[in-house]
């Protein structure tokens, strides 16, 4: 979920954003529910110079920033980096299609697509740069009220 945000430049993922599945008769954990609620991502609100510099990005549920919030994954093995090299074909294409052309121009489209792929490009060197062990600092984290989400959620 974290790589995802930071590859889309999701700025919406929050402690409702995300949840776990659970055996309704035994109630036993049975894992991660697929990744939903993406839409504030993809330069949503914003003109293709800013999803360009990609600089007002904003992140959550733990960090103010993606670059401090990718800290916390423990691995990046599982990613297949060759596999998203025609990201930014593919993003085109879909942004493209016949469904899509006319709610978006091409300025837009390119501006997203080379976001993500320079995302992914820096994703594919902070992997091979990884440690670990390294040490994660509590200086970026959110600072959000958990009482108040309950209560603009409910």
């Not at 993809?42 to 007002?56: M, N, R, S, T, W």
């Not at 990005?57 to 599982?78: A, G, R, T």
Request: proline share 3%; glycine share 4%; charged share 25%.
């Amino acid at each position: 979920m974290i790589v995802l945000d930071y590859i889309i430049a999701n700025e919406d993922r929050h402690l409702n954003n995300f949840g776990v599945i659970r055996n309704t008769e035994t109630l036993a954990w049975l894992g991660f529910a697929p990744i939903y609620d993406s839409g504030s991502s993809l330069g949503y609100d914003k003109v293709p110079a800013q999803i360009h510099l990609g600089k007002e990005v904003v992140c959550k549920p733990f960090k103010n920033h993606h670059s401090e919030q990718l800290k916390l994954v423990s691995d990046f093995n599982w990613i297949h980096f060759d596999r998203l090299s025609d990201i930014r074909k593919l993003i085109a294409a879909v942004l493209s299609s016949d469904g899509a052309k006319d709610y978006i121009d091409k300025n837009h489209i390119w501006a997203i697509a080379g976001s993500a792929l320079r995302r992914i490009e820096q994703l594919s060197q902070l992997a091979i740069n990884h440690a670990p062990s390294q040490e994660i600092s509590t200086e970026d984290d959110v600072k959000e009220n958990i009482a108040e989400n309950y209560t603009s959620n409910a």
